[in-house]
T-cell receptor
Framework: DAKTTQPNSMESNEEEPVHLPCNHS???????IHWYRQLPSQGPEYVIH???SNVNNRMASLAIAEDRKSSTLILHRATLRDAAVYYC?????????FGSGTKLNVKP | NAGVTQTPKFQVLKTGQSMTLQCAQD?????MYWYRQDPGMGLRLIYY???????DKGEVPNGYNVSRLNKREFSLRLESAAPSQTSVYFC??????????????FGDGTRLSIL
C-alpha cells in the first residue's frame, strides 16, 4: 500500500510563508494527493488536492514534483489560525492512506 | 449550516456493552464514511457507503457493523465493545466519486472510552 512520510512538527512565524513537505515514493498513477488539516478537538478539514499539476485555491497551493514522489503544501501567509496538524494523504477512490501528519506551530 | 452531525459527542462504555454511533449529513451527499483516530495517529477507514443501500469494508472493519439507513444517515455499531476500540470516531461524507477527487466533509467526532 502507498504511504506518506511527513515531518512530525514544524514551526513558522506569523505572516510568513510555510512549506510543508510530504514524501510518497510508492505512489501509483491513479493516486490523488490530498491535504487535510485538523484543529484540536475537531474533524479534519479539506485543504487542497491534485493529481499531477500544481494547484492553487483560496487556502493554499500544492506543488507536486514531476515524478510525483513528493509534494509540498504552501501556506502563503501563516496566521495563528493555521496552527493545526496537516495530513498529506494518498487517495485511490475509497481508499485513504492517512499518515500521522505534521503539527504546525505558528508563532506570533 | 450543520454539515455532518455526529451523536453522541462523548460516551463511556463497559467492556461487552453495545452501542450505535449516529451520523447525519444535510449536504445531499451520496458517499459516507466512518473512521477511527487513535491518539497521535492519523485516521483509519472502518467502513464506507458509496451510495444508499451499499456498504463496504475499509482498513479496520473487525468488531464493527454499519447501516446506511437512508441517504442522510450512516450509523456505526459496536456489538460487544472492547478496550481496543477506545478511540475518536469520525464520520464523513462526499459527493459521488467519479474518481478520487471529491473532498470529504467531516463531523467533529465521537469520543468513545471503553473500560
Amino acid at each position: 500500500d502507498a504511504k506518506t512520510t511527513q515531518p512530525n512538527s514544524m514551526e513558522s512565524n506569523e505572516e510568513e510563508p510555510v512549506h510543508l513537505p510530504c514524501n510518497h515514493s510508492t505512489i501509483s498513477g491513479t493516486d490523488y494527493i490530498h491535504w487535510y488539516r485538523q484543529l484540536p478537538s475537531q474533524g479534519p478539514e479539506y485543504v487542497i488536492h491534485g493529481l499531477t499539476s500544481n494547484v492553487n485555491n483560496r487556502m493554499a497551493s500544492l506543488a507536486i514534483a514531476e515524478d510525483r514522489k513528493s509534494s509540498t503544501l504552501i501556506l502563503h501567509r501563516a496566521t495563528l489560525r493555521d496552527a493545526a496538524v496537516y495530513y498529506c494523504i494518498l487517495r485511490n477512490f475509497n481508499k485513504f492512506y492517512f499518515g500521522s501528519g505534521t503539527k504546525l506551530n505558528v508563532k506570533p | 449550516n450543520a454539515g455532518v452531525t455526529q451523536t453522541p459527542k462523548f460516551q463511556v462504555l463497559k467492556t461487552g456493552q453495545s452501542m450505535t454511533l449516529q451520523c447525519a449529513q444535510d449536504m445531499n451527499h451520496n458517499s459516507m464514511y466512518w473512521y477511527r483516530q487513535d491518539p497521535g495517529m492519523g485516521l483509519r477507514l472502518i467502513y464506507y457507503s458509496a451510495s444508499e443501500g451499499t456498504t463496504d469494508k475499509g482498513e479496520v472493519p473487525n468488531g464493527y457493523n454499519v447501516s446506511r439507513l437512508n441517504k442522510r444517515e450512516f450509523s456505526l455499531r459496536l456489538e460487544s465493545a472492547a478496550p481496543s476500540q477506545t478511540s475518536v470516531y469520525f464520520c464523513a461524507s462526499s459527493l459521488p466519486e467519479t474518481g478520487s477527487n471529491q473532498p470529504q466533509h467531516f463531523g467533529d467526532g465521537t469520543r468513545l472510552s471503553i473500560l
